[in-house]
């Protein structure tokens, strides 16, 4: 499966901007898919992730309640809004895909290419 990751730009502080996770080749059907981040000179950390089957969502501390993780089954796209965007939220921001939930990159074997999101203050 390849994924293509877009929707990142430049905003300021408070505002929003909505990801998209586009993927070519196998269904997701089995699949958990997660979004990361990586700013420069930080490791790459686990965002939001959802269960394609069940829906089921996950949420790292620093975004909850800030971003939500949503998909379009018919479209197998997966979709990241952010909202009330911080400056600390700067990073690349990239989806992948895995067999079931977990916060390491380790268990993601496919990954996008990323999409720079950055937030002025």
């Known amino acids: 499966v390849q994924l293509q990751a877009s929707g990142g730009g430049l905003v300021q502080a408070g505002g929003s901007l909505r990801l998209s996770c586009a993927a070519s080749g196998r269904t997701f059907s089995s699949s958990f898919m997660g979004w990361f981040r990586q700013a420069p000179g930080k490791e790459r950390e686990f965002v939001a992730g959802i269960r394609w089957g069940g829906g089921s969502t996950y949420y790292a501390d620093p975004v909850k309640g800030r971003f939500t993780i949503s998909r379009d089954s018919a479209k197998n796209l997966v979709y990241l809004q952010l909202n009330s965007l911080k400056p600390e939220d700067t990073a690349v921001y990239y989806c992948?895909?895995?067999?079931?939930?977990?916060?390491?990159?380790?268990?993601?074997?496919?990954w996008g290419q990323g999409t720079q999101v950055t937030v002025s203050s």
């Open positions: 992948a895909k895995a067999i079931t939930y977990g916060t390491s990159p380790v268990g993601y074997r496919s």
